[in-house]
């Protein structure tokens, strides 16, 4: 059987996987180059981001690792919220993260979650389009969770599974993916490439290098 690793720091995408009951391996890769490309495409741009954390995932692991790529899956992702034709990523600050929740409010979004797999020299991807729609907020709600401090490693200013919850009013596509790894296209990828899901419940997480929080 293939061994999977996780090119991602996300805490979010490796739960995601242990839920599933697929074990992995995370990948300390370098980091990739998020800036957005001039007229580059919502969807575009969360393709080539997780394109090329699978790529980045797999180079490193050849570089250090070499002998371990035979058998190797790596996978990356990556997820964007969008607004209109804007990309709201993570905030900068107390003052960005209240800004973009108060441009969120009462109205639909879009989050877009690619993954893809990197393994014998070639690469697949799958992607997942989400709509959420927002309850309206109030100031002092806004507040209140910016305070928890959950905002400021998110992309949008929020996240579902947490207390970020409270803020949605209603969602019509896939749940996981807005949490960061959209599962059914996941299993599809995984499935081709010769990993099952629901292995071994006792199956552990090991880790390559320095594991990211």
Do not use: C
């Not at 800036?35 to 997780?50: C, K």
């Not at 960005?96 to 929740?101: F, W």
């Not at 790894?181 to 071994?200: D, F, H, K, Y």
Request: no cysteine; proline share 4%.
């Amino acid at each position: 059987m293939r061994q999977l690793f996780l090119a991602s720091s996300s805490p979010r995408r490796a739960e995601l996987l242990r839920q599933i009951g697929v074990p992995f391996t995370l990948l300390n890769a370098p980091g990739v180059d998020e800036s957005v490309y001039r007229h580059e495409s919502p969807s575009d741009y969360v393709r080539r981001l997780a394109l090329a954390k699978a790529r980045t995932g797999w180079d490193s692991l050849r570089g250090r690792h070499p002998s371990l790529t035979a058998s190797a899956v790596v996978l990356g992702a990556d997820t964007s919220v969008v607004l209109g034709d804007a990309i709201l990523g993570k905030p900068r600050g107390a003052t960005e993260a209240k800004s973009m929740l108060q441009r969120l409010s009462g109205r639909e979004h879009r989050v877009l979650s690619a993954v893809s797999i990197y393994y014998e020299e070639q690469t697949s991807i799958a992607m997942s389009d989400t709509v959420v729609r927002f309850q309206d907020l109030t100031e002092a709600l806004i507040d209140q969770y910016v305070a928890t401090g959950e905002a400021f490693d998110k992309a949008g200013s929020y996240g579902i599974q947490g207390f970020g919850a409270v803020l949605v009013e209603s969602i019509q596509g896939s749940y996981s993916g807005v949490v960061g790894l959209p599962l059914t296209e996941t299993m599809a990828l995984l499935s081709v490439a010769g990993i099952p899901v629901w292995q071994a419940v006792d199956s552990h997480v090991s880790g390559l290098g320095k594991e990211k929080q």
